[in-house]
């Protein structure tokens, strides 16, 4: 199951910027804290970001922070302290050289079909330098892993593949600098181990069509959509 939003629509717009934070300064991320003296229960999720077809927009994200009942790590230099009561259980900060392949996978595919979704995901719209990653939807005509043709790119980062995130309890934070224009569909999602149509947790989706400065969250469970959504404002972080 992936998200059941309104599709993006095939009017691409403006190029936009978006950064996720959680325990640190990269571009989008994933840290991840531990409750301290608590041992918490729940299903397991996986956290993944995505951006929707938008030609030439560029996508930038900071550091996410999961806070968890997974082994704990020293949180890297730059990161922000966990909150109190949490203990940092690992993240990432996109301070390499590349995309580290242990923790994400950048899609190719036409990941979204069932949201009408427009693009190719590409692992070459994908890019780690500086701490940050930049996630970049083009209007390209290209012909997907699937052998299909499709109009646009863009990029996808999953963590499901390499089994990285599954907190069976978890705090999330992240920050970022969202598009808000029509045929974007900037997103931070938490999907079950065993795939989205099992459990959905969407932190994060910005809508064009909502007001801006304001996110949407969602939760989908045993097949069933939107049991619980509400809509919120962005907190104010300096970019």
């Excluded at 290209?142 to 043709?149: A, N, P, Q």
């Excluded at 974007?184 to 099992?198: D, E, K, Q």
């Amino acid at each position: 199951m992936t998200t059941l939003e309104p599709a993006m629509n095939k009017r691409p717009t403006p190029t936009t910027a978006v950064r996720a934070l959680v325990a640190g300064a990269a571009i989008f991320g994933l840290a991840a804290c531990q409750p301290t003296a608590v041992t918490p229960t729940g299903p397991q999720v996986e956290v993944t970001t995505t951006l929707p077809v938008n030609p030439d927009n560029t996508t930038t994200t900071q550091a996410t922070t999961t806070s968890t009942s997974t082994t704990t790590t020293t949180p890297p230099a730059g990161a922000v302290a966990a909150p109190s009561g949490w203990t940092y259980a690992g993240g990432d900060e996109f301070n390499d050289a590349s995309l580290n392949s242990s923790k994400w996978k950048a899609y190719y595919n036409t990941y979204g079909d069932s949201n009408n979704e427009l693009a190719c995901l590409t692992p070459n719209n994908v890019a780690e330098s500086g701490g940050s990653v930049k996630l970049t939807a083009k209007k390209q005509t290209i012909t997907c892993s699937g052998g299909t043709t499709e109009e646009y790119t863009s990029g996808f980062l999953g963590s499901r593949e390499t089994g990285t995130y599954y907190p069976k309890y978890a705090r999330f934070e992240m920050r970022a600098k969202l598009p808000h224009a029509q045929g974007l569909w900037p997103a931070f999602w938490l999907r079950h181990r065993n795939g989205a149509g099992t459990a959905e947790v969407d932190i994060m989706e910005y809508f064009h069509s909502q007001v801006p400065g304001k996110t949407t969250q969602t939760l989908h469970l045993d097949g069933r959509t939107n049991l619980s959504k509400k809509t919120s404002a962005f907190e104010a972080p300096t970019l």
